[in-house]
């Protein structure tokens, strides 16, 4: 169960998610000194923590069972009321958040492919950017992991996109507080690059070890909410002959990546390219990696151009129903599909 059930302040409410306490289960397990060491407070407040997660664990489940499940397991209850508690960061276009249930899912594997040109990059760009949205703002103040295998991470980009952000919450914060003198939003760009860890990897097997070593760096730096790699296919497409081989490492990365997401709380997003396959007797455009990596990931989108429109298609979720949106990438990121929408490259 999430802490958002516990009867607490929001603001300690915000040092328990920053500080990695995501569930009560993750609270019970702390000592009242532990606990009053990562989130600042005193020992007797994080013992009234302690106490108010143990009564909600308990009064909150049918006929106010305990119910422990060996092996780190949890009961559907206890994922039913998750649920109620998911966190999601915006894409910053409202078509393609509404189709998502309110944008990119924490605790998720989402997969994003398409055609160069499409714009995975600056989706995966702006997701690291809006991660750091306050919460007073509708975000997560979190921070980003950026897995670069190609090269096409661009700081210029950041930037820009960074600065447009900014402007968004200034202009949303003035919208809701008219009546009083205007607010200003005491975050930087500069902040906002500071806060997105860059990788970048040439090879698969320093792809691995990364994977392999942020379960550590993620400990180490308990606000990190999303995790992209762009992209993830780069490296396993060239110098295998053992395809068995590949499909093996694949796989464990996959599984690395969905331990992260659940134990951390976090979104994972893997960028993903296009090639052909022979169906109906044609070639046509699909993922690479085949078949067998499709289910590595919980939701999968594809990104297409219609026309001179960009649409996003959701085509596999187990709790989204498939349907498309329109899209546009422009000069302040990702942003609602306008009709003049052309296919412009983006610096």
């Not at 392999?212 to 992209?231: A, H, P, R, T």
């Not at 949106?325 to 412009?344: F, H, L, W």
Request: charge should be neutral; proline fraction near 2%.
């Amino acid at each position: 169960m999430e802490v958002g059930m516990l009867p607490i302040s929001a603001s300690k409410r915000g040092k328990l998610l920053a500080a990695g306490y995501t569930t009560l289960d993750a609270i019970a397990r702390a000592s009242a000194s532990h606990l009053a060491r990562d989130i600042e407070v005193s020992d007797s407040e994080a013992l009234e923590i302690l106490n108010l997660a143990a009564k909600t664990g308990v009064s909150d489940r049918p006929n106010g069972t305990s119910t422990t499940v060996v092996g780190g397991g949890q009961t559907a209850w206890d994922m039913l009321n998750d649920e109620k508690f998911s966190s999601y960061i915006t894409t910053s276009c409202v078509d393609l958040d509404n189709i998502l249930g309110g944008g990119i899912k924490c605790k998720d594997v989402t997969e994003i492919g398409g055609v160069p040109g499409i714009g995975k990059t600056q989706i995966g760009i702006q997701l690291a950017v809006n991660v750091q949205i306050p919460q007073g703002y509708g975000g997560l103040g979190g921070k980003a992991i950026y897995i670069d295998t190609e090269g096409s991470f661009m700081v210029e980009r950041v930037l820009q996109i960074a600065e447009a952000c900014i402007e968004d919450m200034a202009e949303y914060s003035n919208h809701f507080h008219k009546d009083l003198q205007p607010c200003e939003v005491k975050m930087h760009p500069n902040n906002i690059l500071e806060n997105i860890f860059y990788f970048r990897v040439c090879s698969y097997t320093e792809q691995i070890a990364l994977i392999n070593y942020l379960d550590k760096f993620i400990m180490e730096n308990k606000d990190v909410k999303i995790i992209i790699v762009d992209s993830v296919t780069f490296h396993f497409r060239q110098d295998f002959e053992d395809m068995a081989l590949r499909t093996r490492l694949l796989s464990e990365m996959a599984l690395k990546l969905m331990k992260l997401a659940k134990k951390f709380c976090l979104a994972v997003v893997m960028l993903n390219q296009v090639t052909t396959k022979f169906i109906e007797g044609s070639f046509q455009l699909t993922l690479a990696l085949g078949d067998s990596w499709s289910h590595s990931c919980t939701n999968r989108i594809i990104l297409f151009w219609n026309g001179n429109e960009r649409h996003a298609f959701i085509d596999k979720s187990p709790s989204l129903k498939s349907a498309s949106a329109p899209y546009s990438v422009t000069s302040r990121g990702i942003r609602n599909s306008t009709s003049s929408c052309k296919r412009i490259k983006m610096m």
